[in-house]
């Protein structure tokens, strides 16, 4: 426990780096019982340069350990974002159960390249006949890689300008180009970035964070949901329909853990914008990531959306409060919500956050103006509303000294923003619905 960093903005129960800048996440796999978590990260300073990917471990998804840097800059250029498998059949060579990462380089051009790792994630050795794919494409980057069982290979989808390119191959080192996914469909606004995709249920789900273009100005996460073959896949809704996987200002790069138990879909944001990730108001670092999250599907008048809810781990980390106090670490359960129901969280500062289910509109929104800090960046403020696909019956709602997520408990709204309240909010009104407070177990 470091007492020398204690910023007041520094999230309690959010993973985040102790010095530095971080963005992405990158490279997230389970294994034996750990959850690894890589990450855009500058080590010398608390703006985006330099990129590494530095390295954290956590066995509940909640407690995170650091464990240095894992991927540094080379000839190629420095290491941007991607992923990792878990080799369980050394397809590759590099050893059974070898970790292998896929990043870019970033250099004078972006190509892809392989490092892997027999300690499982702790150290990397880069692959001598790196790079692994190039091309003439300045946004060329962010390489994802999955198995594909029923045609039994390995697929890459990586973001191309604005498409996304799905390569295949039998041995992790040898790529043949498929496919690409984009053009006309989907929001535009931005460079495509980050791309995942997976096998949810019996769909297929893409996912495109893209900036700018998010619904509330800057990056954002768009997903598209279809059918993938192994070489194609195919969105399922008209090209012009658009969907958000949070209707927050603060949830981008999100992707998924390659190999989680028992069929889990777990996700993670980085928690912030590029409009003004650089200025937020903390000094020794910048940037947590959002509380890992669940993925499923529900369907709403003929279309499929995802659902979001978090992980299991996040709710087991709380215990219900008898003083019912607001705390700068709390979990605030919603439960008989009515139609015009409204939380306002405040401090005697006179900063406050005021959320809102409009339940004939359909709407549930959050209004930051007035939330506290905000002049380090025009962007900041805002009010984020988002579509609730039918009525919202319960919500939880968590809070930490710098972000509000807000989500629905059956998964069908999520709602991810950064707050920098002077003292965390300490009072909470509730109309229209009731509220239970649980706080952080110690
Ligand atoms: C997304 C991104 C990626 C890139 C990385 C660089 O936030 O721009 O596309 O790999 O950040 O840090």
Known sequence: FDTTNREKFRPIYHHTPAYGWMNDPNGMFYKDGVWHLYYQYNPFG?????????HSTS????????????????????????????????????????????????????????????????????????PIITSDVPDFRDPNVFWHEDTKQWILILAAGQQMNIYSSKNLKDWKYESNFGEGYGNHGGVWECPDLLKVGDKWVLICNINPGGPFGGSATQYFVG???????????????????????????TVSFSN??????VVLPWM???????????????????????????????EDYVTIKPSPEVFAAFE???????????WLEVTNIKN???????????????????????TFSMDRNESGLSDFNNDFKAKTVAPTYGAVKALNIFVDRSSIEAFDADGKLSMTNLVFPT??????IAKGCKVKIHALKQ
């Open 227 to 253: 059918t993938f073959d192994g070489h194609k896949f195919t969105c399922a809704s008209k090209p012009e329909v658009t969907k958000w996987m949070d209707y927050g200002k603060d949830h981008y790069a």
């Open 59 to 130: 066995t509940d998804l909640m407690h995170w350990t650091y464990q240095g840097e894992a991927i540094q800059p080379d000839a190629l250029g420095t290491i941007f974002s991607g992923s990792c498998v878990v080799d369980k059949d050394n397809t590759a060579g590099f050893g059974k159960d070898a970790v292998i990462a896929f990043y870019t380089s970033a250099g004078a051009a972006q190509t892809q390249s392989i490092a892997y790792s027999t300690d499982n994630g702790k150290t990397f050795k880069k692959y001598v006949d790196n």
């Open 272 to 302: 912030s914008n590029w409009q003004y990730a650089n200025q937020v108001p903390t000094q020794q670092f910048r940037s947590a990531n959002g509380l890992p999250r669940e993925m499923g599907l529900f369907n709403y008048n003929g």
């Open 320 to 330: 219900q409060k008898p003083s019912g106090r607001l705390q700068a670490a709390t």
């Open 260 to 265: 989680a138990p028992d069929g889990r879909i």
């Open 46 to 54: 608390s703006q985006w340069e330099n990129m590494n990917w530095a």
């Open 340 to 362: 015009n129901a409204s939380i306002v969280l405040s401090n005697d500062k006179g900063e406050k956050v005021t959320m809102v289910y409009d339940g004939k509109a359909g």
């Open 423 to 428: 003292k965390p909010y300490d009072n909470v």
